[in-house]
């Protein structure tokens, strides 16, 4: 059973940092890349950034680039999200998930149990 756990969020102030972390189980996680998606309140979930495990090739969306650090540790299967220098308008509910991810997209794997459950990221002005 694939299972993906995020934590890491919480209230942060608009220049601060966060660290998110993606726990998975379940799959061969060194095969694999990992999206980080993000919600904001009425509006449609977008991807934020991605990961290769097996190469360690990594993917950001322009609002974030310079500010997000996507890593993993493949040794204890997690992903991390590590946000600098965030802004109101980074906050949303953050989500992981196994995905497929090139330069020009993200593209989850179908079936719900690929998703976690999320984590809320708030920034305040």
């Known amino acids: 059973e694939v299972q993906l756990m995020e934590s890491g969020g919480g209230l942060v102030q608009a220049g601060g940092s966060l660290r998110l972390s993606c726990a998975a189980s379940?799959?061969?996680?060194?095969?694999?890349?990992i999206a980080w998606y993000r919600q904001a309140p009425g509006k449609e979930r977008e991807g934020v950034s991605c990961?290769?495990?097996?190469?360690?090739?990594?993917y950001y969306e322009n609002s974030v680039k310079g500010r997000f650090t996507i890593s993993s540790d493949n040794a204890k299967n997690t992903v991390f999200l590590q946000m600098d220098s965030v802004k109101p308008e980074d906050t949303g509910v953050y989500f992981c998930?196994?995905?497929?991810?090139?330069?020009?997209?993200?593209?989850?794997?179908?079936?719900?149990?690929?998703w976690g459950q999320g984590t809320q990221v708030t920034v305040s002005a």
């Open positions: 998930v196994v995905a497929m991810c090139y330069d020009g997209g993200y593209y989850p794997l179908t079936g719900g149990e690929y």
């Open positions: 379940g799959l061969p996680f060194d095969r694999h890349e």
């Open positions: 990961i290769s495990n097996r190469d360690g090739t990594t």
